[in-house]
């Protein structure tokens, strides 16, 4: 006796010729588009919204570039504490190698630091040093991290960005992060990705930890 069910074999057999169909159809619609993608130049990245994770995110893209060899740089605008995870896990490479720089440039959250004055300054340090890397040919990847609060607190101008990033070196990649993101960055982006939040366990009661929030 056999326990095979022709009907059964010929309904698998069937369902594979239609994924098989359906599969070489989208395959065909994928290679048009990747057909058409014929530019090669750096891009403007914008990581925006209310949930957990974007300057995350920009970090394992740097990961990426790191591991192809590139030249990286990150410019911290807001979090002025050395002791973050990312920081700790990449000062080895920033201090003792040229293939990554690192400046942590605020003071820390405004309601923390309390003195606007000391924040626009330090806005316009952080700035001061991250043109320099947006004429710099041999820097391959840029993180402004959470610059884009410098424009909703008006402690910089947005328009001379948006004019330097426009004229960075042509295959020069530039991740912004941030909750808000300015209209004028937004008109010149070439990818925005919205971090949404649903639900965040410090509304829970629970504390900020080493590893999660820092």
């Given at each position: 006796m056999t326990d095979q069910n022709p009907n059964k074999e010929q309904d698998l057999e069937l369902e594979q010729q239609k994924h098989k169909a359906k599969m070489k159809a989208r395959k065909t619609v994928m290679d048009k588009k990747i057909a058409a993608s014929t530019q090669e130049r750096g891009v403007l990245i914008l990581m925006k919204g209310n949930g957990k994770g974007k300057s995350s995110s920009a970090f394992g893209t740097m990961v990426r570039s790191l591991g192809h060899g590139q030249k990286c740089a990150v410019i911290?605008?807001?979090?002025?504490?050395?002791?973050?995870?990312?920081?700790?896990?990449?000062?080895?490479?920033?201090?003792?190698?040229?293939?990554?720089?690192?400046?942590?440039?605020?003071?820390?959250?405004?309601?923390?630091?309390?003195?606007?004055?000391?924040?626009?300054?330090?806005?316009?340090?952080?700035?001061?040093?991250?043109?320099?890397?947006?004429?710099?040919?041999?820097?391959?990847?840029?993180?402004?991290?959470?610059?884009?609060?410098?424009?909703?607190?008006?402690?910089?101008?947005?328009?001379?960005?948006?004019?330097?990033?426009?004229?960075?070196?042509?295959?020069?990649?530039?991740?912004?992060?941030?909750?808000?993101?300015?209209?004028?960055?937004?008109?010149?982006?070439?990818?925005?990705?919205?971090?949404?939040?649903?639900?965040h366990a410090f509304r829970l009661g629970v504390k900020a930890q080493k590893g999660i929030e820092y």
């Open positions: 911290q605008f807001i979090k002025g504490r050395l002791e973050t995870g990312e920081f700790k896990f990449f000062k080895d490479m920033a201090q003792n190698s040229e293939q990554l720089n690192w400046h942590v440039m605020g003071h820390g959250f405004t309601w923390e630091t309390q003195n606007k004055q000391q924040d626009i300054t330090a806005a316009q340090e952080a700035w001061a040093v991250a043109q320099k890397y947006l004429q710099d040919e041999s820097y391959d990847f840029l993180i402004f991290d959470e610059m884009s609060y410098m424009f909703k607190y008006e402690y910089l101008d947005v328009k001379p960005v948006v004019e330097a990033l426009k004229n960075r070196p042509k295959n020069q990649n530039v991740i912004i992060t941030g909750r808000t993101m300015s209209h004028d960055l937004q008109e010149i982006a070439d990818t925005i990705s919205v971090i949404q939040d649903e639900r």
